[in-house]
């Protein structure tokens, strides 16, 4: 189960598929627990609750952003040395990067905890819902070392083709997290305090896992301080890798900010049916990552490994697979949205407000989907090839995008210029990235 995968040889279709069927597999056990928590929520807390949860929910991923996405960057470095069958210089990124993330975790956990409130009153939290907004985002807060170090280690195992142990460690995480939500939410009766601990500690379940499977092998993180490589030029070369990468996660996040700041505007049976409904689409979401990190390792391995006839056979291998489950997911949006929205709210006197508000917003992401599955595989694979910029830049283009829809177009046909505002920097964004892939293919291949 710990067996490396090496990428630069072998079918591209099968090597994709494969990685990615494992981290499909994985996600979906982590976003079920996601999803299993808007459902006791909703029906135990009812709209406040998903009020509440849907009001923090930008504000959680611009710090878990900014560490997933540095870490990504790593690991981009830690392929690289992989694929150039470097062993000595994989544990000198490892190491370095181990010390940059128990000083990043340190650092956010304590600043956010401080400006947490102050955000969400920036953000126009409803007075009827900030108490609880406040314990969930607090709470989550205190699980960033654990996000932190879970991401170091599954990315490592990522970077060297290993996608068994994520998904080992996210199927543990996300059954022990139901577990755990039932008892703290349903039987202690904790609320959203509950919701939230049971998410924490789920994710320091995950962190053993990845960690202990990371560590079993001792040539993997071996490091005796006599490294050939100058630390502190690892160092600088982490930091040129994930630092884009973090500030990508954190200018996505601030567009999704200004987009809550909207919709806190409208009436709690919005928030509700929005937030429902980026429940589902966060579910469907996660094959479209997973795809991306699927293509993110692949290509780091066969660039450090000077193999760039692999990289094109492997980028239309991703999007094709992507493209044909993108398809089904719209189909699932379309035909399923009504029955899995009705399972949030348990409040008839709003239900079909709700599910008004939440499946209007379903069919129009239904209708572009795969362009969010080609996003996450080019931005993926440019960030293989170590460009890191241009999917920095293509965050402007979200950022551009969900503002402008936000703030100018709800002014013409309301509500609705929430939703196009989603889709429209997924149209955006990808004309960034198709246009410098071509760009960087040609380079790379002359």
């Known amino acids: 189960m710990t067996k490396d995968t090496d990428m630069t040889v072998g079918n591209p279709f099968v ?100 400006i947490s409130g102050s955000i969400l009153r920036m953000l126009g939290t409803k007075e009827e819902v900030y108490p609880m907004a406040k314990t969930y985002v607090d709470t989550i807060l205190l699980g960033t070392p654990f996000l932190a170090f879970y991401q170091l280690f599954s990315g490592a195992l990522r970077s060297r083709g290993n996608s068994r142990i994520p998904l080992l460690a996210m199927t543990v995480s996300s059954l022990c997290n139901i577990i755990l939500d039932i008892l703290f939410v349903n039987v202690l009766e904790l609320g959203i305090a ?53 500030m990508q996660s954190l200018i996505t996040s601030i567009g999704g900010l200004i987009v809550v700041n909207r919709i806190n505007q409208y009436d709690l049976t919005f928030l509700a049916g929005y937030t429902s409904a980026v429940k589902l689409y966060g579910l469907l979401e996660i094959a479209a990552s997973s795809f991306g990190l699927a293509a993110a390792a692949y290509v780091s391995q066969n660039y450090g490994a000077n193999k760039m006839n692999r990289i094109r056979q492997g980028v239309r291998a991703g999007v094709a697979m992507g493209a044909a489950v993108a398809l089904a997911c719209s189909a699932v949006m379309v035909f399923g949205g009504k029955s899995i929205l009705r399972l949030f709210i348990d409040t008839s006197a709003v239900m079909d407000e709700v599910l008004g508000y939440g499946y209007g917003f379903l069919e129009i992401l239904a209708v572009f989907f795969p362009f969010l599955y080609i996003l996450y595989i080019l931005r993926a694979v440019l960030q293989g090839i170590n460009n890191t910029v241009v999917p920095m830049l293509s965050s402007f283009a979200q950022l551009m995008m969900r503002l402008l829809c936000a703030t100018v177009l709800t002014r013409f046909i309301g509500y609705e210029g929430i939703f196009w505002g989603e889709v429209t920097a997924w149209l955006f964004a990808d004309a960034v990235l198709f246009a410098a892939y071509r760009l960087e293919m040609r380079r790379i291949m002359e």
């Open 194 to 246: 509950g919701a939230a601990l049971g998410t924490i500690l789920s994710e320091f379940v995950v962190m053993l896992i990845c960690g202990y499977y990371f560590y079993h092998d001792g040539s993997r993180a071996g490091y005796d301080g006599s490294a050939l490589e100058n630390e502190k030029m690892v160092m600088k070369r982490l930091f040129r890798m994930g630092l884009p990468m973090a």
């Open 15 to 114: 090597l994709i598929g494969t990685f990615s069927f494992s981290l499909v597999t994985g996600n979906l056990f982590q976003q079920l627990y996601t999803f299993v928590d808007t459902i006791i929520i909703g029906k135990k807390i009812g709209a406040p609750g998903l009020a509440a949860v849907g009001g923090t929910e930008w504000l959680i991923f611009m710090v878990n952003g900014l560490v997933i996405g540095l870490v990504q960057g790593f690991s981009i470095l830690l392929g690289n040395c992989f694929g150039e069958k470097n062993e000595q210089r994989f544990a000198v990124c490892y190491h370095m990067s181990k010390k940059i993330c128990a000083v990043l975790a340190a650092a956010l956990t304590a600043v956010f905890l401080l």
